[in-house]
């Protein structure tokens, strides 16, 4: 018989830490991993820094995810807060609390995934220090940090009456993959393994599991003047009334400019999509498409075709998937 | 009858958000909480940052740290972090993770345990983001973020042979408190609440669940002229080893310059003292005490009074404190 895999309970935390580091991509910082404390430049003596949590159970299944699927969407879904103020992505700090009996395997994918979610979304930024410790709940705490480039931090709270509103990025497909994975791969409310696909459903899922928010496409905005942006995690209704209210305006959207599934992409969550506004005479930044203008203030944050919204509120941690883990 | 005191599960996330950012201290930012990443001051166009994570059960008991008490260690062990560096501390972000059932009034005394704790440690640091999410385990992940003040950062890799070693702070004081915590305050194994106790042995007790690690001292030292400089978060004696590799050096410390209790100085971790190494002729820093010298690297990185130091090897989180929770 042949050992059994380890586990990170086997190995100290400075074995585990070697076999992590061997796997990212070399630092880009002036000093990476292995001392307190990361040192980054931060050229123009601005930092944007943003933290996320992945927690098992309420935000992914290992019958559903690979660690690989994970360190991506801990990656993708921390890059995009930060593209969403129009700055660009320099460094993760990733803090990985575990419970004992977690195969290394999964630490060295969950690692490899981080770093093909970097190359792939947000070249030149890298894992550049973390923190390991035991937990009973698998949980991934991502710090997200980057820089502006010349141009002003884009808040959430600049939308101005006469604003076109805009999106980079898909919106309702992750929510539609979640809702595949409930519906067909569950046994007994437990999760099972994702099996045979449709192409048109495995990338539902994909989006779900390895979403690819559109991180470049943040600077692109700020340069081309966008007023105010964000990224659409718990559905376009929720943020986009969020965007209006830290605007003072109304948001008013178009649900044919809403592709195929209007209400999906409404209330679906998860894409991290970018939401922006520009000054209708600057018309949308490259890579972002008009879904609808920005009115005063009326009675209701967010108008879809003229009216309130009355769909789902969006997505919220302390209300959504359940607490099933597997 | 009145009412149940609220749980988490009862308020939205945005309710929750509320009553923290209600607690905290005015944000000294460019751009405080609330949209989708802070921006923050680095003047230089240097950032330091640095992420832990306390995790019930590994890291604390709810029968022995109030929430206030657990606000104020995680401020304080992520200060230490960034102060090892020879930076200034100036933001947190901190992401929380919460079973459903956990009170609405833990909460609050945990946003006012962070802010009390930057406060008396760091003065100008404040929470400036973070993140809420559901887990069965309650989780506190803390990024901090400092800045250099016209030095540069102080690594692990600096020591020389000649320069003298010197600390910050107390040695050995939590890991005593944690003796009395596990020996006195358990039944059947399950921790039970704290009672009388001598003044000598609350503050070692405080000394564990309420750290004070000398914040201001990491400036000081980096203007001093230190060579090298860590925090000592896993005891003296596995921080001192770690520096003398990093450094390429031996570290050979006299147990006399150690207190009362060397043996706990040497393998007690948690107090987060700052470990500095500084040039013969500059001596130590204010504040700091001499406790020996580095040598040229020889068969061990870590001497005391001249021999091999064969005591338990300091603080590893898969090693140590046990698996229960409460």
Redesign the interface.
Known sequence: MSAPDPV??D???GE?LARILGRLAPSHA??GP????????????????????L?H???FRLAWSSAADLGWKAAAVNL???A??G?RPT?L???L?MP?DTPVAFVEGLADGLRAGCDALAPGAAV??????????L?I?V????V?EGSA?V???GARPGDVVAVCGELGQAARGLAILFDRFRVDGRPVPVTALTDADAALVSAQLRPHPPIAAGVVAAAHGATAM??VSDGLSLDASRLAR?SGVTVALRSDALGADPDAALTGGEDHALLATFPAAAGPAPGFRVIGTVVARGDHSLLVDGGPFDGRGGW????DWD?V?G
Chains 1, 2 share one sequence.
């Open positions: 990170v309970g190995l100290s935390e585990i002036l000093l292995g001392d307190d404390a990361a040192v980054l430049a931060a050229p123009g003596g601005r930092i944007v820094a943003s933290v996320d949590t927690v159970g309420p935000d995009a807060d930060i969403a103020m700055a460094a700090l990733v803090a609390a004992d550049e220090g973390g923190d390991l410790t035991v937990s009973d709940t949980t705490a710090t997200a940090l980057g502006l931090a808040t959430r709270s964000m990224d830290a919220d941690p302390y209300r607490a883990s």
